[in-house]
């Protein structure tokens, strides 16, 4: 067999890390914009799913999650004010554009969170029908990222989905399970003081006439369980979309 001197062993491996790194590199600044499109239409999806536009399992293309989504209505609501942001265009809103809220304690258990966040309404006969609200907050391994969508009474559920968390598979992933998602259509999210009492509880709930204020546990993931009560008790609370779904509760006028 040929034997190779240690110099040439060297150079060879240097100059093959060399091609790999700069395929490497080709490889993602050629495909970043794709990748960008892909988690805008995995993001757009996920809202259709939330509001029940797409059934669970259901295949759909993307030209028809595209089209789907083009009679969704975006709008950015500014969480400092409780108003819609001024000077901000919801259709090409960026959240990394937003500025932060001041740090605060928050039962999501994030350490950051936007000023302004990006809303979706879902019209019917020129009527606000359904919204559609970004949350997100920490399970076991990382912060998961959905969302939320309510009926136009600003307190009824119509569905729940998630687009990006780190939990477990067949534990705290089966937030992602559809049988898991079907039972928070029709939960009721304040109670009659108007505080937020939708949780998740350990073992399974009655029927949404019965035990409107829960939602079947995860088994054998109590943690995950317990972040996706503490992120909505967050996000329908006064300091997250709690003063939009009241308007939208008392007088429907968003
Ligand atoms: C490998 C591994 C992965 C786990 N993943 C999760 C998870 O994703 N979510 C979760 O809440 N608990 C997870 N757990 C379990 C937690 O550590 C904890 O025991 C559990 O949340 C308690 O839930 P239980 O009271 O329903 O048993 C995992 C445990 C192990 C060993």
């Given amino acids: 067999m040929k034997q190779f001197s240690t110099t040439y062993t060297y150079i060879f491996s240097l100059v093959l890390c060399l091609v790999c790194s700069i395929l490497l590199s080709v490889a993602a600044v050629g495909l ?22 797409i059934k669970a399992g259901e295949r759909v293309t993307p030209d028809k999650v595209r089209e789907m989504f083009g009679s969704i209505t975006p709008k950015v609501i500014d969480l400092l004010t409780d108003t819609y942001a001024e000077g901000v265009d919801p ?13 605060m304690d928050n039962a ?6 936007s000023q302004y966040a990006q ?12 919204v559609v609200l ?3 907050g920490k399970g076991l391994w990382g ?51 108007g505080n937020v009492a939708i949780r998740v509880i350990k073992g399974a709930a009655e029927s ?19 972040g996706v009560s503490n992120m909505l008790q967050f996000w329908l609370g006064e300091e997250g979309f709690g003063p939009y779904l009241k ?8």
């Fill in 208 to 226: 949404p006439e019965s035990d409107p204020y829960s939602v079947n546990g995860l088994s054998g993931a109590t943690i995950t369980s317990r």
């Fill in 119 to 130: 809303i979706f309404q879902v019209k019917k006969e020129g009527k606000v029908d359904r």
């Fill in 143 to 193: 912060t998961l990222y959905g969302y939320l969508a309510v009926a136009s009474d600003g307190n009824t559920i119509c569905g729940i989905t998630y687009y990006s968390h780190k939990e477990t598979p067949g534990l705290g992933g089966e937030v992602d399970n559809p049988m898991w998602k079907s039972y928070w259509p029709d939960r009721k999210i304040y109670d009659a003081d």
């Fill in 247 to 254: 308007k939208l509760r008392e007088d429907g006028s968003v």
């Fill in 91 to 103: 259709e090409t809103f960026k959240e990394k554009d937003s500025p932060l809220l001041p740090p």
């Fill in 134 to 136: 970004p949350i997100s």
């Fill in 108 to 113: 999501a258990g994030l350490s950051e969170i």
């Fill in 32 to 53: 970043k914009d794709r990748q960008v499109a892909n988690e805008q239409l995995d993001k757009q999806k996920s809202v259709l799913m939330a509001c029940r536009m």
